[in-house]
């Protein structure tokens, strides 16, 4: 076995690796925690609250600001996109770049003060390819064609193939308990512990008041030493606005602000705002169904959303405007020269005209006597979503498009019910988070569409009913990604899937976010991390 220093993008090919060189991690690489020598309370406020705090089968996002407090992964992401580690010290590969073999942390201990082993790596590959699981994502794990575990530190997986993303996305999946869960009677998708779990990271789950709060508390057993916090509150608010008035108020300690609400939260005393480029976008899903399935019609609409104007007027100019689906903050992979369809809606309304479109006496647009409808779908509550989507209604309806609104629940949204399984025209204005490696395929692959309407494990919703034109090609272009050794040849594939993505608009692009939070001004151990959750940090919080 080949092996070399991880560091850098180097992390994220199929090279050689090991983590700390020899194997030793040194104090960088491996946090201590400070305990605090008297009870210190942290309440952090959240706009909504997580369905599950098992990481495999949740489907909402506040779920993943909690889970990293609770479990760890095999490595972590830092700011810069690099991998570290964490449950495992060492990584190597067989030079084929086939073989994968995870060295994990000797002396680890669950919360309960059961030992960390290899068979928990092992279990949670089995679990999430159980059918009685309902599993939402099984990225990077399922490129393993088998696996086994030599002792009780060694995990070592065979893939199908060589796959580029493969460490990034097995690395940074949170590791549940076997010992918990693979027991007689336990139901993995329903079972207590979901609501009350523990892990191997720095905190665990004392309580959880459906719609008030959840209390975190220290593991005792924690491997990095016991954070400084001895209580941290994951106060529910319904909203941002909520939010922000607690944060006033003094009722919560911090918490993610709005953009637009940067500047009042910098005014409150004893808070300072912190801001990053997340890597998370904001755009509208087109189903593949009507007319949506014609590019001409995408691209119409794309020419008609004035993107500067939601970038400036609702995200407040805070983060970059978004032409495709990799971000800035990924470095190297981020496409700038992407074709660009500029904000006209004379262009929109010719391209719409030469389609065969023609606007009745009511104003509507029709083809083959078909009126063109559709629907505008977001999370309720989302102020953001709900924002761009009036936006969107007044320009899109100029056109003679007839836009209806609706904002119902995350979960009604990806569920059977809603607008991804509706033979219905619709747009859905969410949020997709990306994680360092420019693969996303899930989002846009044959095999990332759902089998069924209930089928969690899969991502590219949008083309349930009908796969678009271009389907042959973006799986055609994702297989030479995720199949490339060459860091340059890689970087040339996915230049070209953003252009693709780009012209073909499956989605409106609308903007990269700005995150921000408000924070006590002398909290200490906090990290603006693009691709990881305020929560990844949480046991290096501290007050000076």
Known sequence: MTRIGLSGRAALLIVAMVLGGSGAID?????????????????????????????????????NDVAPAIFDSLLRVDARGRLQPDLATKVEHTADGRTWTFHLRHGVRWADGAPFTSADVAYNYRAIFDKAHNVTNTTGWDQIDRSSTPDAYT??????????????????????????????GVNFNTT????????????????????????????PYSWRGQPFFTKVIYKIAPDRNSLLAQLKTGEVDMGAILP??????????????????????????????GFLRERAVRQALDYATPK??????????????????????????????????????????????????????????????????????????????????????????????????????????????????????AGVTIVNANNPDPDDSLYWISAGIPKTPTDNTCCDSLAYFYRPDFQAQVDALYRAGNGAVDPVRRRAIYFKIQALLADEAPVIFLY?????????????????????????????????
């Open 192 to 219: 207590p512990f979901n609501r009350a779990p523990f892990g191997t990271g720095p905190y665990r789950v004392t309580e959880w008041m459906t719609g008030d709060h959840i209390i975190l508390a220290p593991n």
């Open 308 to 425: 500067e104007a939601i970038f400036k007027g609702i995200g407040l100019g805070m983060g970059a405007i978004a032409d495709a689906n990799v971000s800035p903050a990924v470095g190297s992979y981020y496409n700038p020269k992407v074709p660009k369809h500029a904000f006209s809606m004379a262009r929109a309304a010719a391209m719409l005209t030469a389609d065969g479109f023609i606007k009745g006496s009511d104003g509507v647009l029709r083809k083959n006597s078909l009126a063109f409808a559709m629907t505008l779908w977001t999370s309720a509550g989302d102020h953001t979503g709900e924002r761009i989507d009036q936006v969107l209604r007044q320009e899109w309806g100029q056109l003679g498009i007839k836009i209806r609104l609706r904002s119902i629940g995350g979960n009604q949204i990806y569920g059977p019910d809603g607008p991804y399984f509706t033979r219905a025209m």
């Open 512 to 544: 990269w976010e700005t995150q921000a939070m408000a924070l006590p001004s002398n909290l200490t151990g906090f990290v603006a991390n693009p691709f990881l959750p305020a929560f990844a940090t949480v046991g290096s919080w501290r007050r000076a």
């Open 155 to 184: 995990f070592v997986c065979h893939l199908k193939a060589v796959n580029a993303p493969f460490l990034v996305n097995v690395g940074w999946s949170l590791l549940i308990p076997a010992h918990i869960y693979n027991r007689p």
């Open 260 to 289: 637009q609400q940067v500047v009042q939260a910098r005014g409150i005393a004893g808070k300072r705002v912190v801001t990053w480029l997340n890597n998370g976008y904001w755009h509208v899903d087109l189903t593949q169904y």
């Open 27 to 63: 104090a960088a690489a491996r946090p201590a925690y400070r305990a605090a020598t008297v009870t210190t309370t942290l309440i952090y406020g959240a706009a909504g609250e997580p369905d599950t705090l098992n990481p495999w089968t949740t489907v909402e996002g506040n779920t």
